[in-house]
């Protein structure tokens, strides 16, 4: 069974920097297309950023372009997001995902296991 743990969220100053954290239980990560989303209340789930297997690839929305950066760690199964400059408006709670088939889709109906989320609170 695949299971993803999300750590890093709290309260940030606008501006402010904040990582997050994903470990993915299960042998087979390495192969996994990893992502993360977010929801804010009231609002859809939102896609942030993807990373390939070999972290070579990453595609990112133009919403956190040039802020956030994703990267991953295959030795620890690990999935990172670091956020700069922080906004009020990214405020929400943010998930993992993977894919298992590599589909490398910013569509979240493609990812197969998520997280359980863990919230970020940007202040004015």
């Known amino acids: 069974q695949v299971q993803l743990v999300e750590s890093g969220g709290g309260l940030v100053q606008a501006g402010g920097s904040l990582g997050l954290s994903c470990v993915v239980s299960?042998?087979?990560?390495?192969?996994?297309?990893m992502a993360w989303f977010r929801q804010a209340p009231g609002k859809e789930r939102e896609f942030l950023a993807l990373?390939?297997?070999?972290?070579?690839?990453?595609t990112y929305a133009n919403s956190v372009k040039g802020r956030f950066t994703i990267s991953r760690d295959n030795a620890k199964n690990t999935v990172y997001l670091q956020m700069n400059s922080l906004k009020p408006e990214d405020t929400a709670v943010y998930y993992c995902?993977?894919?298992?088939?590599?589909?490398?889709?910013?569509?979240?109906?493609?990812?197969?296991?998520w997280g359980q989320g863990t919230p970020v609170t940007v202040s004015s």
């Open positions: 299960g042998r087979s990560f390495t192969y996994y297309v």
């Open positions: 995902a993977a894919d298992r088939d590599g589909r490398h889709s910013p569509q979240e109906d493609q990812y197969d296991y």
């Open positions: 990373i390939g297997w070999s972290s070579g690839s990453t």
